[in-house]
């Protein structure tokens, strides 16, 4: 009887506690993640070298043999993470400059997140490209603007 007394109480102060250990946690350092696949594009290897500094958040993007910085950046004290990326891409004969923003949590050692494919402009002349499509459903423009996936701690 004694042992299951102290079972849960040691089960209650770690499920008080251990998320708000998580949560305070300092994020500096370097996470990777798979963003899955959809339709024709294949998954792609993301990662990320965090710099956390009080609530602040930065550090770059390194993607495909680049790397683009992160602009702004946010974690608050319930592991609550966001940040905002503008990276180069190419689509068609045009570069883009593509601004994406991460939100997500911290959780279980790892951080989820979705990225949202927010906003472009053509790299040369700064002209809006539209990042949703006029003949796309919400649907489709929700699965191909948003990718949810996991980061995990290399070191």
């Known amino acids: 009887m004694r042992n299951v007394a102290v079972r849960r109480l040691v089960i209650l102060f770690f499920s008080a506690f251990l998320p708000a250990t998580l949560a305070g946690a300092d994020l500096s350092g ?11 594009r294949p998954a792609q290897d993301i990662e990320f070298r965090l710099v956390q500094s009080g609530n602040k958040l930065g550090g770059k993007l390194y993607r495909d043999g680049e790397s683009a910085a992160i602009t702004d950046g946010e974690v608050d004290q319930r592991g609550e993470v966001w940040f905002v990326v503008e990276a180069r891409e190419q689509a068609g004969n045009q570069i883009n400059i593509v601004e994406y923003r991460f939100e997500g949590v911290v959780c279980e050692g790892g951080i989820e997140l979705t990225r949202e494919r927010a906003a472009a ?3 040369v002349s700064g002209v809006v490209v539209p990042v949703r499509r006029p003949d796309t459903t919400d649907e489709e423009d929700r699965r191909r603007r948003f990718a949810g996936f996991r980061l995990d701690r290399l070191f």
């Open 30 to 40: 370097t996470w990777m993640g798979l963003i899955p696949g959809s339709g024709r």
């Open 121 to 123: 402009r053509d790299a």
